[in-house]
């Protein structure tokens, strides 16, 4: 069956370290991938999407790899801030990008 | 700029009723539509996708139906609500190679 494996526990780290979310699929051969952040009670913001082909994606502190030989992505915050907590989730498509299908989250604290 | 509209915010509904919610997009056009729930402390679920007017996908066979009469109203439906439709209701759309953008959402209570 079709897995999106995200950590349960919540991942609690000190402000300035660097905060590393994984994503591990199984039964999925996705073009694209994406990392979305929710907050509690509002709809997920998209945060970045990387291809199959590319290995590593940055935007300002955040930093993405997907690695389609193991199946896993990793979502890295570095220089992590109180206001970084929240919910992350990792999201697959399927069927050329027509439709996503999402992980349950790990809930990142980042205490001060 | 784009931006989506979803109502209501929160809902309250006796089992056996009926369900209707809205979701609408402006600033694009032919954008793919998505309604997703999320049961408390889960995950996304898909649950029904648009590439057109007219077209629906179903993800979950379940007592709810979608449609899509114009290009940018996507409309969520039942005709009778069960307890375990209960949860966060949340539209979205995408362009292609762009990610989701995501409505506020509907926190829906059977009762």
């Known amino acids: 069956s079709q897995k999106i494996e995200q950590n349960s526990e919540a991942l609690n780290i000190q402000e300035g370290k660097t905060a590393t979310l994984t994503c591990n699929y199984t039964?999925?051969?996705?073009?694209?991938l994406q990392w979305y952040r929710q907050d509690p009670g509002r709809g997920p913001v998209f945060l970045l999407l990387i291809r199959e082909n590319e290995k590593e994606k940055r935007k300002e502190r955040l930093k993405v790899t997907f690695d389609t030989t193991l199946k896993q992505s990793l979502f890295h915050i570095t220089a992590s801030q109180p206001a970084d907590s929240a919910t992350y989730l990792c999201a697959l498509d399927s069927d050329n990008f027509n439709k996503f299908y999402f992980g349950s989250g790990t809930k990142l604290n980042v205490k001060p | 700029s784009q931006t989506i509209h979803q109502w209501p915010a929160t809902l309250v509904q006796p089992v056996g009723s009926p369900l209707s919610l809205e979701c609408t997009v402006e600033?694009?056009?032919?954008?793919?539509l998505y309604w997703y729930r999320q049961a408390a402390g889960r995950g996304l679920q898909l649950l029904f996708y648009s590439v057109g007017i007219g077209q629906i996908s179903s993800e979950v066979p379940q007592n709810l139906s979608a449609s899509r009469p114009q290009d940018r109203q996507f409309i969520l439906s039942s005709k009778k609500l069960l307890l375990s439709d209960s949860g966060f209701y949340l539209c979205?759309?995408?362009?292609?190679?762009?990610?989701?953008?995501f409505g506020s959402g509907t926190r829906l209570t059977v009762v």
């Open positions: 600033g694009t056009s032919n954008p793919n």
């Open positions: 039964n999925y051969s996705p073009a694209y």
């Open positions: 979205a759309w995408s362009v292609k190679g762009l990610g989701y953008t």
